[in-house]
């Protein structure tokens, strides 16, 4: 099962994340990402996996495929 | 591949006339086509790597060893003249020149001024800004209108002055100005426009300093105050940026997009048939477009080897994002307009830290416009061929100065 993380030290709150899959990310109140699951499933992870692609910080990354 | 291709490209100026009249300029081609980055000359003098690819684009701007300060010596300032550069050194840096912690510092307070949610709590407020200016167009008594004046210009305009707490009373001083700004006219012109906004901008700070609104300038404040930080020159700098930033980009995307659907049919059926194609659509016009080409510069601080090429320590860096963006490795046949393709990996907003912190407003603007537009003006068309349109080749920003449509 997919897993991710998001480093919030990283993160500049583009908000590419969730507007490509609101399921798995969110933004705090900071502007700040925020993951609703690190597992996403299977309906939600090939969306997962091109907000990783799009997050301009390099914040997201895939721990498992 | 390491060695560098020493091209002559001494006539090359950005943002350069496109072809037809909206491809990029066949040397960006060449250029890419030979290598995903090369050495080029500039017109002010001096080399840089140009780089044309798009994971190589990406590749640099995301990477922390490229400096984007433009105080540091050797910094690519191809786009200035000396005395902008002079004003630009003595100023205090805004965000876009900072790095690392300083950058963050500086950008990290105002993300939360534009989350997804915090936007689309806007969006009936700015649907309501949309209706308005389009029910003043359809009531004007004279055909063609220009569409920039009638809506390009004041969408955005008035949605950063209600963002900002600017008053839109004073949208003519600061939309003439920063307009002066962007051009490449005369120094002195540039320059006398940069001081009178630095001044109104500074004047306006100081107001809300003594008496807050409800607006992102006096939360900001606020927010410095409770952490006994308050630090004017810095929200005088920030407030340009969101000012500037926030309204001439979005009126040009708003013509361009409207010119570009209007001179494609076809890809204009599609995104009529149904509305919820316009996100995509506004994807595919920002990266057909890439409006603000070449203001991605960086300074390489450490020796860097990228796209198998070596790039040293002090050398200067140009994405083009507008290269990168028609780059074929990324986007399939990048000169077909193709509303549905799926294209919003482009770079259009930049990429790395400073990525665009307005994208999402500038999406979000866009999408509304397009649809209310087409929607409530079926029949709208242009009232002059595309190619005899005036281009903003003068300006560091490419739109158009006027677009006559009717209907």
Known sequence: ??????????????????????????????????????????????????????????ALSILQE | ????????LTGLKLPVERG????????????????????IHLTSGGEAWWVSGHEEGRAVLVDPRFSSDKRKDGFPLFMLDAA????IRSQPPLMLGMDGAEHSAARRPVIG???????????????DIVDHFIDDMLAADRRPVDLVQALSLPVPSLVICELLGVPYTDHDFFQSRSTMMLRRTSSEDRLRAFAELRAYI????????????????SRQIARQRRQGTLDHAGMVGLAFLLLTAGHETTANMISLGVLGLLSHPEQLAVVKADPGRTPMAVEELLRYFTIADGVTTRLATEDVKIGGVSIKAGEGVIVSTLSANWDPAAFKDPAELDVERGARHHIAFGFG??????????????QIVFDTLFRRVPTLRLAAPAGDLPFKTDSVVYGVHELPVTW
């Open chain 1, 1 to 58: 099962m997919m897993r991710i993380k998001a480093d919030s030290d990283l993160c500049v709150g583009s908000g590419q994340c969730v507007l490509t899959e609101p399921a798995v990310f969110a933004q705090d109140d900071d502007g700040i990402v925020a993951l609703l699951t690190d597992h996403p499933d299977d309906q939600s992870a090939r969306q997962a996996h091109h907000a990783v692609t799009l997050c301009p910080s390099r």
């Open chain 2, 1 to 8: 591949m390491t060695e560098s291709v020493a091209l002559e």
């Open chain 2, 20 to 39: 037809c009249p909206f491809a990029p300029p066949s040397a960006y081609e060449r250029l890419r086509e030979q290598a995903p980055i090369n050495k």
């Open chain 2, 84 to 87: 902008t550069l002079r004003q």
């Open chain 2, 113 to 127: 001024e534009f989350t997804v949610k915090r936007l689309a709590a806007l969006r009936p407020r700015i649907q």
């Open chain 2, 202 to 217: 500074d004047d306006l700070v100081t107001r809300k300093e003594s008496d807050p609104g409800d607006d992102l300038l």
């Open chain 2, 353 to 366: 830290p400073h990525q665009c912190l307005g994208q999402n407003l500038a999406r979000m603007e866009l």
